[in-house]
Protein backbone atom coordinates (compact mmCIF):
# COMPACT_ATOMS: atom_id res chain seq x y z
CA UNK A 1 0.00 0.00 0.00
CA UNK A 2 2.51 2.30 0.89
CA UNK A 3 4.40 1.71 -2.46
CA UNK A 4 1.45 2.32 -4.34
CA UNK A 5 0.84 5.77 -2.37
CA UNK A 6 4.34 6.52 -3.32
CA UNK A 7 3.66 6.06 -7.23
CA UNK A 8 0.44 8.14 -7.00
CA UNK A 9 2.05 11.17 -5.50
CA UNK A 10 5.12 10.99 -7.75
CA UNK A 11 2.75 10.49 -10.78
CA UNK A 12 1.14 13.70 -9.13
CA UNK A 13 4.08 15.61 -9.21
CA UNK A 14 5.01 14.81 -12.97
CA UNK A 15 1.68 16.01 -13.66
CA UNK A 16 2.23 19.87 -11.88
CA UNK A 17 5.50 20.09 -13.59
CA UNK A 18 4.30 19.36 -17.01
CA UNK A 19 2.98 23.10 -18.88
CA UNK A 20 -0.62 23.88 -18.14
CA UNK A 21 -0.60 27.40 -19.30
CA UNK A 22 -1.49 27.88 -22.57
CA UNK A 23 1.27 28.29 -24.75
CA UNK A 24 -0.27 32.63 -25.88
CA UNK A 25 -0.88 32.77 -22.73
CA UNK A 26 2.83 32.22 -21.40
CA UNK A 27 4.37 34.06 -24.35
CA UNK A 28 1.70 37.29 -23.99
CA UNK A 29 3.22 37.61 -19.88
CA UNK A 30 6.84 36.91 -21.50
CA UNK A 31 6.36 39.89 -23.62
CA UNK A 32 4.82 41.93 -20.88
CA UNK A 33 7.64 41.30 -18.24
CA UNK A 34 10.41 42.11 -21.02
CA UNK A 35 8.67 45.38 -21.72
CA UNK A 36 9.34 46.61 -17.99
CA UNK A 37 12.78 47.84 -17.48
CA UNK A 38 14.81 45.69 -15.28
CA UNK A 39 16.34 48.28 -12.77
CA UNK A 40 12.55 48.85 -12.18
CA UNK A 41 12.09 45.50 -10.84
CA UNK A 42 12.91 45.04 -7.03
CA UNK A 43 13.96 40.85 -6.21
CA UNK A 44 11.37 40.94 -3.20
CA UNK A 45 8.44 41.78 -5.81
CA UNK A 46 5.61 40.15 -8.17
CA UNK A 47 7.46 40.47 -11.40
CA UNK A 48 11.08 39.16 -9.55
CA UNK A 49 9.13 35.77 -9.23
CA UNK A 50 8.02 35.24 -12.57
CA UNK A 51 10.70 32.82 -13.67
CA UNK A 52 9.19 31.11 -16.78
CA UNK A 53 11.79 28.07 -16.27
CA UNK A 54 8.25 27.28 -14.69
CA UNK A 55 4.36 27.30 -15.53
CA UNK A 56 2.79 30.38 -14.61
CA UNK A 57 -0.75 28.56 -13.90
CA UNK A 58 1.06 25.14 -12.45
CA UNK A 59 0.64 24.77 -8.62
CA UNK A 60 1.89 25.18 -5.38
CA UNK A 61 3.58 28.43 -6.43
CA UNK A 62 6.34 28.50 -3.61
CA UNK A 63 9.05 30.43 -5.15
CA UNK A 64 7.71 31.62 -8.93
CA UNK A 65 4.34 33.27 -9.86
CA UNK A 66 4.21 33.79 -6.21
CA UNK A 67 1.98 36.91 -6.89
CA UNK A 68 0.55 38.92 -9.93
CA UNK A 69 -0.70 36.31 -11.86
CA UNK A 70 -4.40 34.12 -11.30
CA UNK A 71 -5.34 31.54 -13.14
CA UNK A 72 -8.24 29.72 -14.37
CA UNK A 73 -9.62 26.62 -12.17
CA UNK A 74 -8.76 24.20 -14.82
CA UNK A 75 -4.58 26.15 -14.46
CA UNK A 76 -4.80 26.58 -18.05
CA UNK A 77 -5.62 30.15 -18.66
CA UNK A 78 -4.16 33.48 -17.22
CA UNK A 79 -7.83 35.16 -15.87
CA UNK A 80 -6.16 38.16 -14.06
CA UNK A 81 -2.62 40.54 -13.58
CA UNK A 82 -2.82 42.36 -10.67
CA UNK A 83 0.32 44.02 -9.90
CA UNK A 84 1.70 45.20 -6.75
CA UNK A 85 2.78 49.23 -6.73
CA UNK A 86 6.61 49.39 -6.55
CA UNK A 87 7.14 51.76 -9.32
CA UNK A 88 7.64 48.87 -12.14
CA UNK A 89 8.49 51.29 -15.27
CA UNK A 90 8.26 50.01 -18.64
CA UNK A 91 4.95 50.01 -21.55
CA UNK A 92 2.00 48.30 -21.92
CA UNK A 93 3.05 45.40 -24.54
CA UNK A 94 0.47 45.14 -26.87
CA UNK A 95 0.52 41.61 -26.96
CA UNK A 96 -1.63 41.83 -23.50
CA UNK A 97 -3.85 41.46 -26.21
CA UNK A 98 -3.40 37.44 -26.17
CA UNK A 99 -5.04 36.91 -22.68
CA UNK A 100 -8.23 36.39 -23.90
CA UNK A 101 -9.50 35.16 -21.03
CA UNK A 102 -8.55 38.25 -18.85
CA UNK A 103 -11.16 39.75 -16.12
CA UNK A 104 -9.06 41.79 -14.57
CA UNK A 105 -5.92 44.06 -15.53
CA UNK A 106 -4.46 46.28 -12.52
CA UNK A 107 -1.46 48.16 -13.17
CA UNK A 108 -2.19 51.02 -10.56
CA UNK A 109 0.37 53.03 -8.72
CA UNK A 110 3.37 52.11 -10.90
CA UNK A 111 5.47 54.60 -13.59
CA UNK A 112 3.59 52.84 -16.79
CA UNK A 113 4.51 55.21 -19.82
CA UNK A 114 3.34 55.58 -23.45
CA UNK A 115 0.11 54.96 -25.37
CA UNK A 116 -2.32 52.47 -24.09
CA UNK A 117 -2.47 50.04 -26.54
CA UNK A 118 -5.46 49.66 -29.59
CA UNK A 119 -4.88 46.00 -28.95
CA UNK A 120 -6.75 45.95 -25.78
CA UNK A 121 -10.03 45.79 -27.40
CA UNK A 122 -9.18 41.85 -27.70
CA UNK A 123 -9.57 41.28 -24.11
CA UNK A 124 -13.41 40.38 -24.39
CA UNK A 125 -14.19 39.03 -20.93
CA UNK A 126 -11.59 42.09 -19.05
CA UNK A 127 -14.35 43.40 -16.63
CA UNK A 128 -12.18 45.40 -14.28
CA UNK A 129 -8.99 47.86 -16.08
CA UNK A 130 -7.12 49.69 -13.57
CA UNK A 131 -4.30 51.78 -15.04
CA UNK A 132 -4.59 54.57 -12.38
CA UNK A 133 -1.62 56.44 -11.00
CA UNK A 134 0.77 55.68 -13.93
CA UNK A 135 2.25 57.83 -16.53
CA UNK A 136 0.30 57.10 -19.68
CA UNK A 137 0.34 59.33 -22.66
CA UNK A 138 -1.69 60.42 -25.59
CA UNK A 139 -5.32 59.89 -26.49
CA UNK A 140 -7.83 56.93 -24.72
CA UNK A 141 -8.12 54.54 -27.87
CA UNK A 142 -11.84 54.06 -29.18
CA UNK A 143 -11.03 50.17 -29.01
CA UNK A 144 -12.04 50.39 -25.22
CA UNK A 145 -15.17 51.10 -25.98
CA UNK A 146 -16.41 48.07 -27.68
CA UNK A 147 -14.93 46.04 -24.25
CA UNK A 148 -18.49 44.99 -23.75
CA UNK A 149 -18.26 42.98 -20.31
CA UNK A 150 -15.76 45.92 -18.33
CA UNK A 151 -17.90 46.93 -15.74
CA UNK A 152 -15.11 49.56 -14.37
CA UNK A 153 -12.61 51.66 -15.70
CA UNK A 154 -10.21 53.78 -13.83
CA UNK A 155 -7.29 55.89 -15.99
CA UNK A 156 -6.97 58.29 -13.82
CA UNK A 157 -4.15 60.30 -12.52
CA UNK A 158 -2.34 59.80 -16.08
CA UNK A 159 -1.14 62.37 -18.70
CA UNK A 160 -3.95 61.00 -20.99
CA UNK A 161 -4.97 64.15 -23.73
CA UNK A 162 -7.75 64.18 -26.23
CA UNK A 163 -11.30 64.00 -26.34
CA UNK A 164 -13.47 61.09 -24.90
CA UNK A 165 -13.72 58.52 -26.94
CA UNK A 166 -17.43 59.72 -28.63
CA UNK A 167 -18.98 56.21 -28.66
CA UNK A 168 -18.02 55.71 -24.82
CA UNK A 169 -21.68 54.44 -24.45
CA UNK A 170 -21.29 51.08 -25.91
CA UNK A 171 -19.59 50.57 -22.98
CA UNK A 172 -23.01 48.47 -21.75
CA UNK A 173 -21.92 46.72 -18.83
CA UNK A 174 -19.74 49.96 -17.13
CA UNK A 175 -20.94 50.86 -13.59
CA UNK A 176 -17.89 53.06 -12.91
CA UNK A 177 -15.68 55.40 -14.72
CA UNK A 178 -12.80 57.24 -13.48
CA UNK A 179 -10.52 59.67 -15.90
CA UNK A 180 -10.12 62.13 -13.07
CA UNK A 181 -6.51 63.72 -13.16
CA UNK A 182 -5.50 63.44 -17.12
CA UNK A 183 -5.21 66.49 -19.37
CA UNK A 184 -8.54 65.31 -21.61
CA UNK A 185 -10.90 67.84 -23.15
CA UNK A 186 -13.99 68.77 -25.09
CA UNK A 187 -17.58 67.82 -24.25
CA UNK A 188 -19.09 64.88 -22.35
CA UNK A 189 -20.52 62.55 -24.86
CA UNK A 190 -23.40 60.37 -24.20
CA UNK A 191 -22.83 58.18 -21.53
CA UNK A 192 -23.33 54.56 -20.30
CA UNK A 193 -26.70 54.38 -19.05
CA UNK A 194 -25.89 51.52 -16.67
CA UNK A 195 -23.15 53.70 -14.93
CA UNK A 196 -22.95 54.30 -10.91
CA UNK A 197 -20.26 56.42 -10.66
CA UNK A 198 -18.79 58.79 -12.85
CA UNK A 199 -15.52 60.47 -11.71
CA UNK A 200 -13.65 63.49 -14.38
CA UNK A 201 -12.22 65.73 -12.05
CA UNK A 202 -9.56 67.14 -12.53
CA UNK A 203 -9.28 67.69 -17.01
CA UNK A 204 -9.93 70.29 -19.12
CA UNK A 205 -13.83 69.00 -20.32
CA UNK A 206 -15.84 72.50 -21.96
CA UNK A 207 -19.10 72.97 -22.80
CA UNK A 208 -22.39 72.35 -20.97
CA UNK A 209 -24.12 69.81 -19.26
CA UNK A 210 -26.33 68.66 -21.50
CA UNK A 211 -29.44 66.61 -21.22
CA UNK A 212 -28.84 64.07 -24.05
CA UNK A 213 -25.24 63.08 -22.48
CA UNK A 214 -27.00 61.74 -19.07
CA UNK A 215 -30.49 60.39 -20.79
CA UNK A 216 -31.20 57.40 -19.47
CA UNK A 217 -29.05 57.18 -16.51
CA UNK A 218 -31.56 55.92 -13.82
CA UNK A 219 -28.97 54.32 -11.86
CA UNK A 220 -26.11 57.52 -11.80
CA UNK A 221 -25.43 58.02 -8.33
CA UNK A 222 -22.26 59.49 -8.37
CA UNK A 223 -20.86 62.60 -10.16
CA UNK A 224 -17.82 64.12 -9.94
CA UNK A 225 -16.85 66.73 -12.62
CA UNK A 226 -14.58 69.16 -10.94
CA UNK A 227 -11.89 71.14 -11.62
CA UNK A 228 -12.31 71.46 -15.50
CA UNK A 229 -14.04 74.42 -17.17
CA UNK A 230 -17.66 73.36 -18.05
CA UNK A 231 -19.92 76.92 -17.90
CA UNK A 232 -23.51 77.47 -18.39
CA UNK A 233 -26.76 76.40 -16.69
CA UNK A 234 -27.07 73.72 -14.96
CA UNK A 235 -30.94 72.40 -15.75
CA UNK A 236 -33.33 71.19 -13.14
CA UNK A 237 -33.39 67.91 -14.87
CA UNK A 238 -29.70 67.19 -13.94
CA UNK A 239 -30.71 67.17 -10.22
CA UNK A 240 -33.35 65.01 -10.75
CA UNK A 241 -31.59 61.65 -11.57
CA UNK A 242 -33.91 59.41 -10.00
CA UNK A 243 -31.04 57.42 -8.31
CA UNK A 244 -28.23 60.92 -7.70
CA UNK A 245 -27.02 61.18 -4.82
CA UNK A 246 -23.73 62.91 -4.61
CA UNK A 247 -22.78 66.10 -7.09
CA UNK A 248 -19.29 67.71 -7.24
CA UNK A 249 -19.28 70.30 -9.95
CA UNK A 250 -17.13 72.68 -7.96
CA UNK A 251 -14.23 74.88 -9.47
CA UNK A 252 -15.75 75.00 -12.97
CA UNK A 253 -17.21 77.91 -14.48
CA UNK A 254 -21.03 77.82 -14.23
CA UNK A 255 -22.93 80.67 -14.16
CA UNK A 256 -26.69 79.18 -13.61
CA UNK A 257 -28.35 76.84 -12.24
CA UNK A 258 -31.83 75.93 -12.10
CA UNK A 259 -33.43 73.34 -9.29
CA UNK A 260 -36.84 72.25 -9.40
CA UNK A 261 -38.51 70.29 -6.39
CA UNK A 262 -38.08 66.48 -6.12
CA UNK A 263 -41.39 64.98 -7.58
CA UNK A 264 -44.00 63.87 -4.46
CA UNK A 265 -40.57 65.06 -2.53
CA UNK A 266 -38.43 62.31 -2.61
CA UNK A 267 -34.63 62.38 -3.53
CA UNK A 268 -31.97 60.42 -2.96
CA UNK A 269 -29.35 63.49 -3.14
CA UNK A 270 -27.38 63.68 0.05
CA UNK A 271 -24.68 65.86 -1.22
CA UNK A 272 -23.75 68.87 -3.15
CA UNK A 273 -20.87 70.80 -4.07
CA UNK A 274 -20.81 73.68 -6.56
CA UNK A 275 -18.29 76.20 -4.93
CA UNK A 276 -15.92 77.94 -6.63
CA UNK A 277 -18.03 78.86 -9.58
CA UNK A 278 -19.89 81.94 -11.64
CA UNK A 279 -23.25 81.10 -10.66
CA UNK A 280 -25.44 83.94 -10.20
CA UNK A 281 -28.69 84.92 -8.95
CA UNK A 282 -30.56 83.96 -5.55
CA UNK A 283 -29.52 80.69 -3.54
CA UNK A 284 -31.82 78.27 -4.94
CA UNK A 285 -34.97 77.94 -2.57
CA UNK A 286 -35.23 74.80 -3.24
CA UNK A 287 -32.64 72.74 -2.54
CA UNK A 288 -34.72 73.08 1.27
CA UNK A 289 -36.88 70.60 -0.79
CA UNK A 290 -34.45 67.88 -0.79
CA UNK A 291 -35.38 65.68 2.25
CA UNK A 292 -32.00 63.87 2.45
CA UNK A 293 -29.69 66.85 1.26
CA UNK A 294 -27.02 67.16 4.16
CA UNK A 295 -24.29 68.75 2.52
CA UNK A 296 -24.70 71.70 0.75
CA UNK A 297 -21.59 74.28 -0.97
CA UNK A 298 -22.44 76.92 -3.06
CA UNK A 299 -19.02 78.64 -1.84
CA UNK A 300 -17.36 81.66 -3.42
CA UNK A 301 -19.97 82.34 -6.32
CA UNK A 302 -21.87 85.42 -7.18
CA UNK A 303 -24.57 85.08 -4.73
CA UNK A 304 -27.25 87.97 -3.91
CA UNK A 305 -30.12 87.88 -1.84
CA UNK A 306 -31.42 86.63 1.62
CA UNK A 307 -29.99 82.66 2.55
CA UNK A 308 -33.31 80.88 1.96
CA UNK A 309 -34.73 80.02 5.76
CA UNK A 310 -35.40 76.34 4.69
CA UNK A 311 -31.81 76.17 4.51
CA UNK A 312 -31.99 75.85 8.64
CA UNK A 313 -34.02 72.41 8.22
CA UNK A 314 -32.88 69.80 10.40
CA UNK A 315 -31.50 67.70 7.91
CA UNK A 316 -28.72 70.10 6.59
CA UNK A 317 -25.85 69.13 8.39
CA UNK A 318 -23.13 71.36 6.50
CA UNK A 319 -23.57 74.43 4.68
CA UNK A 320 -20.80 76.51 2.74
CA UNK A 321 -22.25 79.72 1.61
CA UNK A 322 -18.94 81.76 2.37
CA UNK A 323 -17.68 84.04 -0.18
CA UNK A 324 -21.27 85.21 -2.31
CA UNK A 325 -22.85 88.84 -1.85
CA UNK A 326 -26.14 87.69 0.41
CA UNK A 327 -27.67 89.28 2.29
CA UNK A 328 -29.93 90.27 5.16
CA UNK A 329 -30.19 88.63 8.67
CA UNK A 330 -29.19 84.52 8.62
CA UNK A 331 -32.16 82.70 10.12
CA UNK A 332 -31.78 82.43 13.68
CA UNK A 333 -31.74 78.50 14.01
CA UNK A 334 -28.24 78.16 13.10
CA UNK A 335 -26.86 79.34 16.15
CA UNK A 336 -29.37 78.18 18.41
CA UNK A 337 -28.10 75.78 21.11
CA UNK A 338 -28.78 72.60 19.86
CA UNK A 339 -27.54 73.09 16.38
CA UNK A 340 -25.81 70.52 14.34
CA UNK A 341 -25.00 72.95 11.35
CA UNK A 342 -21.26 73.44 10.60
CA UNK A 343 -19.51 75.41 7.40
CA UNK A 344 -19.56 79.19 6.83
CA UNK A 345 -21.64 82.19 5.89
CA UNK A 346 -18.40 84.49 5.88
CA UNK A 347 -17.56 86.89 3.64
CA UNK A 348 -21.10 87.77 2.69
CA UNK A 349 -23.13 91.02 3.30
CA UNK A 350 -24.97 89.55 5.74
CA UNK A 351 -25.87 92.11 9.20
CA UNK A 352 -26.30 90.04 12.54
CA UNK A 353 -24.28 87.39 12.18
CA UNK A 354 -22.48 86.85 15.43
CA UNK A 355 -19.01 87.05 15.76
CA UNK A 356 -19.64 84.44 18.72
CA UNK A 357 -20.21 81.38 15.88
CA UNK A 358 -18.32 79.54 14.04
CA UNK A 359 -20.37 79.83 11.12
CA UNK A 360 -20.03 83.73 10.63
CA UNK A 361 -16.01 83.23 9.91
CA UNK A 362 -14.46 85.20 7.86
CA UNK A 363 -15.53 88.04 8.57
CA UNK A 364 -18.25 89.73 6.02
CA UNK A 365 -17.37 91.89 3.74
CA UNK A 366 -16.85 95.56 4.02
CA UNK A 367 -20.14 97.93 3.48
CA UNK A 368 -17.99 99.71 0.65
CA UNK A 369 -17.52 96.40 -1.12
CA UNK A 370 -21.12 95.59 -0.45
CA UNK A 371 -22.17 98.86 -1.63
CA UNK A 372 -20.68 98.56 -4.96
CA UNK A 373 -21.70 95.05 -5.60
CA UNK A 374 -24.96 96.39 -4.98
CA UNK A 375 -25.20 99.58 -7.11
CA UNK A 376 -25.93 101.41 -4.18
CA UNK A 377 -27.33 100.70 -0.54
CA UNK A 378 -27.41 96.96 -0.04
CA UNK A 379 -30.85 95.96 0.96
CA UNK A 380 -30.81 94.24 4.81
Not at 61 to 80: A, E, K, L, W
Not at 178 to 191: A, C, E, I, R
Not at 228 to 254: E, H, K, M, R, Y
Not at 267 to 293: C, H, M, R, T, W
Request: one cysteine or more; hydrophobic letters at 35%.
Amino acid sequence: MFNILCFLLFLLSLSLAQALTLPQDISALKAFKASIKPSSIPSWSCLASWDFTTDPCAIPRRTHFICGVTCSPDSTRVTQITLDPVDYSGQLNPLVSQLTQLTTLDLSDNNFFGPIPSSISSLRSLQSLTLKSNSFSGSIPDSVTTLKSLESLDLSYNSLSGPLPKTLNSLSSLRRLDLSYNKLNGFLPKLPYNLLELALRGNYLSGYISKPSFDGLTQLEVVELSENSLSGTIGAWFFLLPSLQQVDLANDSFTSIEISKPPGGNSDLVAVNLGFNKIEGNAPANFADYPQLSSLSLRYNRLRGAIPLGYSKKSLRRLFLDGNFLIGKPPSEFFAVDTSVSGSLGDNCLQGCPGSSQLCTPLQKSYAVCKQAYGGKPRS
